[in-house]
Nanobody, 127 residues
């Protein structure tokens, strides 16, 4: 089992920045990829970014490429999502997720591929 706890959400004006964190505990050695997803009211949960837990490969949704940066600190078992140039359409609950499928060579972008999830943290971008 892997436990994930997000933090760092909040309210920010459009154009501003925010960093959310995800602290992992438990069987983190079994993790292959860590991902960030988001879900806005009335919409499906969507992929934002992912990073290989034991490497440096990163993946981004087109909508956040160039504005968001995913990173990790393996010593702290923590994954970060730095969000810059935020837009009102970035408003959502942001979820951290872990994928323990060792056979996967590239990060998955589908919800079903991730088997551990955090409780989410709200990010609100005002006009």
């Amino acid at each position: 089992q892997v436990q994930l706890v997000e933090s760092g959400g909040g309210l920010v004006q459009a154009g501003g920045s925010l960093r959310v964190s995800c602290a992992a505990s438990g069987r983190t050695f079994s993790t292959n990829f860590m991902g960030w997803f988001r879900q806005a009211p009335g919409k499906e949960r969507e992929f934002v970014a992912a990073i290989r837990w034991s490497g440096d490969s990163t993946y981004y949704a087109d909508s956040v490429k160039g504005r968001f940066t995913i990173s990790k600190d393996n010593a702290k078992n923590t994954v970060y999502l730095q969000m810059n140039s935020l837009k009102p359409e970035d408003t959502a609950v942001y979820y951290c997720a872990a994928d323990s499928a060792r056979y996967r060579l590239y990060a998955a972008t589908t919800v079903g591929a991730y088997n551990y999830w955090g409780q989410g943290t709200q990010v609100t971008v005002s006009i």
